[in-house]
């Protein structure tokens, strides 16, 4: 629409309505971002955790799971030496006990 000129003045035929358009597109269509957050903060700032400052620990914590940087300790596999050592120390302790 915006590249549709006018051929008297050659001006954009549809100059307001491109632009109209444009503000009305980046509008987000549902709330469900701002919900989410809502419901993180819920989840982080609990009974027992209701002294987290927003402008402090809680912030902090937000940041870190909203970036995606939370550590990732529990998909960690130990090497494949450390787990037949384990099995095998397992078993030694099974037979003897």
Same mark, same amino acid.
């Given at each position: 629409m915006s590249s549709i000129n006018c051929k008297v003045t050659g001006l954009s035929r549809f100059g307001r309505l491109t632009k109209i358009a444009? /503000? =009305?597109l980046v509008l987000p269509h549902s709330n469900a971002d701002a919900e989410r957050v809502f419901s993180m903060v819920g989840l982080n700032k609990? *009974? !027992?955790r209701n002294s987290l400052a927003l402008d402090g620990t /809680? +912030? +902090?914590i937000m940041t870190v799971k909203m970036a995606g940087l939370e550590p990732n300790c529990f998909r960690w596999? @130990? @090497? !494949? @030496? =450390? /787990? *037949?050592a384990s099995k095998t120390a397992t078993n030694t302790y099974n037979k003897k006990h």
């Open positions: 444009q /503000l =009305v609990t *009974k !027992t /809680l +912030s +902090s596999e @130990p @090497p !494949t @030496p =450390v /787990l *037949k």
